[in-house]
């Protein structure tokens, strides 16, 4: 089929700022045959890493100069079939992994990091190392962080979020950070989140966490999830709790100063801007930004 048969959307020209599917256009009363089998392909890509296994030993080697002192577990799911149809079985560890973490666990700790497949195996083994570096070297700046004692690397195959409550509550870990590979999407079948809890135990409410997802090339950088995460670490050792409580009190503080919707910049006119500044003055009661 010709590109001349294609009918342009208005919107074609905003799809340089998203990967949205927008702005397709269509011929007939069809979409074109690029943007079907573009579909088609994401769709593909989704499901393949669904059922993706995790490659451990790959991370191992990726994370060895990072942390040295790792070990591979498994949840209670016996296959990736298994764990698909029973998330129950993925936020628990099998009993031959709950074991081998207990004879780890001779003293407490401050922080215990997990990397578990999640929906997107590939995610992990993608992103995973590259955003640990980040993270360890912001606390190994930050003097009130640098002192954290490190619980061993784990390593999880068929895990969901919740795992990390187990694990950090075997390894005596005052924190727990997850690295996990998101659900995927049709275009972003590669995303990693970040999930940190304090106090890990198992029966922890997901209102008990801080999430920062959307962690891939095109997403979320490793730096900017980085800095997030250490924001995080650090306030909740300051205050003693994660979650809901700990997002709110961030806010006021950290991020609506700074935060603005990405098209505003070279999209919006000058009195459009002034009317987004007073809604923002009015919301956060901060002064107006100088011109």
């Known amino acids: 089929m010709s590109e001349s048969s294609v009918t342009i959307h208005p919107w074609q020209a905003l799809r340089r700022l998203t990967h949205a599917r927008i702005g397709l256009g269509r011929t007939g009363v069809s ?22 296994e995790l490659a451990q030993d790959s991370i191992l080697a990726q994370c060895a100069e990072l942390r040295p002192q790792a070990v591979c577990l498994h949840s209670a799911a016996g296959s990736r079939h298994q764990y698909l149809q029973r998330p129950d079985l993925g936020r628990r560890l099998a009993a031959t992994s709950l074991h081998s973490l207990q004879a780890l666990a001779t003293a407490p700790c401050d922080l215990a990091i997990v990397i578990g497949d999640g929906l997107s195996a590939r995610a992990v083994e993608k992103h995973a190392a590259p955003l640990l570096r980040a993270l360890l070297a912001r606390l190994a700046a930050d003097t009130e962080c640098a002192d954290w004692r490190l619980a061993p690397l ?22 727990v950070v997850v690295l996990i590979g998101e659900r995927p999407g049709l275009s972003s079948p590669e995303s990693m989140g970040l999930y940190l809890s304090w106090a890990p135990r198992p ?16 997403g979320l950088s490793y730096q900017a999830a ?14 003693g709790y994660s979650g809901v409580a700990l997002k709110e009190a961030g806010a006021a503080t950290a991020s609506l100063d700074t935060a603005r919707p990405f098209l505003l910049a070279e999209q919006l006119n000058g009195s459009s801007q002034a009317t987004m500044e007073k809604t923002r003055v ?5 002064p107006p930004a100088r011109q």
Not at 154 to 175: F, K, N, T
Not at 209 to 215: D, E, G, L, T, V
Not at 227 to 233: D, G, I, N, P, S
């Open 203 to 218: 029966g922890l409410s997901d209102a008990e966490r801080n999430c920062i997802s959307n962690i891939h090339t095109a």
């Open 282 to 286: 009015r919301a956060t009661g901060l």
């Open 154 to 175: 784990c390593l999880v195959s068929g895990a969901r979020v919740a795992i990390g409550d187990e694990i950090g509550a075997v390894l005596q870990a005052r924190c």
């Open 31 to 52: 979409q074109p045959s690029a943007a079907q089998l573009a579909f088609g392909l994401a769709h593909a890509q989704a499901r393949d890493a669904v059922h993706a």
């Open 226 to 239: 980085a800095l997030k995460a250490h924001y995080l670490l650090a306030e909740a050792q300051r205050r």
